[in-house]
């Protein structure tokens, strides 16, 4: 993640090299350090370096690296020659190079020739199955061909190797709901939570799930993950609020008839209700009484 500072250090270069005054190479190397997109700049200054004999010949082995950050940004702004002339230079400089291999690949990705770049993927993968930056650009492939189930298939490959990833975690469990395949979607989000218990977001994605499965047992553990992320963060959180009280009165329904053991205690609603009207009160006073009428419509009063 990059820092105010960093951030702040980025934007004045950037300013300086966009208004003439020099640095250009400064930035370049600052973008790849931060590990941030400014394709459009890396473009127009790094083909400016790259144009220039004196300049290119100066910069020594870095010159090889300039190539491969200007392909990659050509590649972003779909200037694909300019991509393919970088990556035609590299790969005479290195012919055997896995990493100029990637970026052939990636230029096929960009051409729209999918089963080409899907072979040259599973060719590098073939050499080194732990380059996480290819079976990322499978799953990205996949999900640009609006194939969801082979992005499924080759993000639950990834994560066999590679299960400490909670981006990829998150990702899959977003496929999933995006599917309507909740189940799936509750066991990627229990991972999360497991590996990061601190992080309400799982939390609420989680209760979000199970009260859509529905169910008592479902919307009871809802309830409790709904109560966690309300605790996770300091009661700020109006979703989670409102699922409480949605949870409570689908409970009560599903309640019905049963023994008293069984039935909804009413104080975390009321609590839940008076902390979402206090919350109206402050923020969204003109639609205060929308939230009281929702509440009697589920029974829920503060």
């Not at 590679?162 to 990829?168: K, L, S, Y």
């Not at 229990?190 to 218990?197: A, D, G, K, N, R």
């Not at 989670?240 to 009413?266: H, T, V, Y």
């Not at 009321?270 to 919350?279: C, I, Q």
Request: with cysteine.
């Amino acid at each position: 993640m990059v820092s105010k500072t960093e951030e702040t250090q980025l934007s004045n270069l950037e300013n300086q090299v966009d208004n003439g005054g020099g640095g250009a190479w400064e930035f370049l190397c600052l973008v790849r350090k931060l590990k941030v997109r400014r394709s459009e700049m890396v473009l127009k200054h790094g083909l400016s370096i790259l144009r220039d004999p004196k300049k290119r010949s100066s910069l020594g082995p870095e010159e090889w690296t300039l190539y491969e950050q200007v392909a990659i940004a050509a590649m972003d702004c779909q200037c694909l020659n300019v991509a393919k002339d970088c990556i035609k230079v590299l790969h005479k400089k290195f012919p055997e190079s896995k990493r100029v291999g990637r970026l052939e690949a990636l230029l096929l990705e960009a051409n729209g020739s999918w089963e080409e770049a899907e072979k040259a993927y599973s060719s590098l993968l073939e050499d080194n199955p732990l380059d996480q930056a290819i079976h990322k650009r499978r799953v990205a492939m996949a999900k640009a061909q609006g194939n969801m189930s082979g992005a499924i298939e080759f993000l639950n490959k990834y994560l066999e190797i590679f299960m400490a990833d909670h981006d990829a975690w998150r990702e899959l469990a977003e496929i999933y709901v995006s599917l309507q395949m909740y189940k799936q979607a509750a066991f990627c989000y229990e991972e999360l939570i497991l590996s990061q218990p601190m992080v309400p977001q799982y939390h609420l994605a989680y209760a979000d799930v199970l009260y859509t499965l529905g169910g008592l047992e479902n919307l009871q553990t809802a309830k409790k993950y709904y109560a966690s992320t309300i605790d996770l963060t300091g009661g700020k959180n109006t979703r989670a609020l409102f699922g409480i009280c949605l949870c409570s009165s689908a409970i009560g329904q599903l309640s019905k008839g049963r023994n008293k053991d069984d039935k909804e205690s009413p104080e975390l609603q009321s609590l839940a209700a008076t902390a979402l009207e206090r919350e109206y009160k402050q923020i969204a006073p003109d639609k205060l009484s929308l939230l009281t009428t929702a509440l009697k419509s589920l029974k829920v009063s503060a």
